[in-house]
């Protein structure tokens, strides 16, 4: 399988504690070797890394490990593959432009029969089943909104689209449109939030402590995603399978779906493919 | 403006010789020091790098200077800001996926009106003119055609297009598709293919002098493209203003156009923004 890493904030903030432990993952504390990848939302930009080779030895993570890039939204992927050879095409997250922002997207699973859902706007590059969810997941948006519909909306649509994805397989996954971090557990996801009072922490992977009181400003709120914990003296609270959250500005958000239209998710595999 | 460099090789080729000179032309040796950015193709996959600091004096750049990235197709830029202000947004070059193939696209120039033309399936995420145009171009072939062309058809559209926005201003661009460097030349650029028997050459920029001969194999062909020479000791061939350029395998194409229909090329200003 894989793990996942993702964080929101509400200020640009640094990875880098997180990504070295999480990093070693990949080939060393974890079995994770068939590559990694990593995303940074800087405003409406984002910059992604991509190496076949193993974190835990790749040139590139070494330099992000001690380069601070800041950033308000950050998915990273290691991958131990299973579909999908081990190739540069096939190295999470995966990226597409949908209504002028920049999606982001990194998956741990597998979807069976995935590959039979039709696509219309988006395709696949590589072979994963991972990359085929996200293009079907693009292609519904894209078919259901000319334009960017409201967060409220768009929140409602995507859980739906997850729980439709989830009835695949597995479906542990992270996904960014630059403004919102939004997470599927299907089998295992933790995270926990860091606030006011700040306090210290040990990673599990690597010898480093980081004592985040002389790091931070007291309004800053980060929320850290991960597929298991990173650190051995902080609270990570286990997500429930089978949920979706949302985080904006660091923060898990509770959308209400009061008053919001049942919205009908067209079956892809009954769709025919429009040409 | 900017500056440009590409690379087309029949082998997967090492482009840090030409790099080194070219990134120093970003806020040292020349002015164009608002962000830079490079993408190296590995089959169908497609890893870019992009930075809003000098490429003089960026990290990353540096990282690019002594990491040995094997590839076949290479974009880079380097960015002195006119339209769209410095931002990871607007750093080229910039990339798209179509037909389940990633497009990559770099420009030098600038193009009045073009924020007028309409787009449907594509959409910038910064500001620059040049997003628009690559978003314009794309948006002409996924109208035409719903899956990849032949490379002869492909060739003779991209041709018309580049002629269309080249009217509109300046547009010295490089464009891939993973298979092909297409080049469009407005005011400068200037190529060299390097093939056996090789030589040495040395940089303008920097210090460094290369012996090909003890590099390379026998049949490895490689053609570099650039807004001006980065060698002082080979010959360099300037394109012809107006021109475009094919590039495959490391050659410059000929395609033959004969017995292709002319293709009626809409005319984007007249369009209506169809839903």
Known sequence: ??????MSANVPTDIRFSFA?????GGETGPHRDGWGMAFYEGKGCRSFHDPQPSARSDIARLLREYPIKSRIVIAHVRRA?????ALENTHPFSR????RSWTFAHNGQLKGIKRWPLN???????????????WILDQ??????TLPTPRHLDFFLRELCSRLNELGVFNMLLSDSRTLYCHCSKRLCYLTRCAPFGAATLIDEDWRVDFAQETLPTDVVTVVATRPLTRDEVWTEVQPGSFLVLREGKVQNPSTDGLPSIDVPIAEAAPNVP
């Open 1 to 6: 399988m894989c793990e996942l890493l993702g």
């Open 21 to 25: 432990g999480f990093s070693r993952r």
């Open 82 to 86: 299973n579909r999908g050879r081990v």
């Open 97 to 100: 432009e949908l209504w002028g």
């Open 121 to 135: 706007y988006f395709q696949p590059i590589g072979t994963t089943d991972s990359e085929h969810a996200f293009c």
């Open 141 to 146: 948006l894209r078919t259901r909104w000319r």
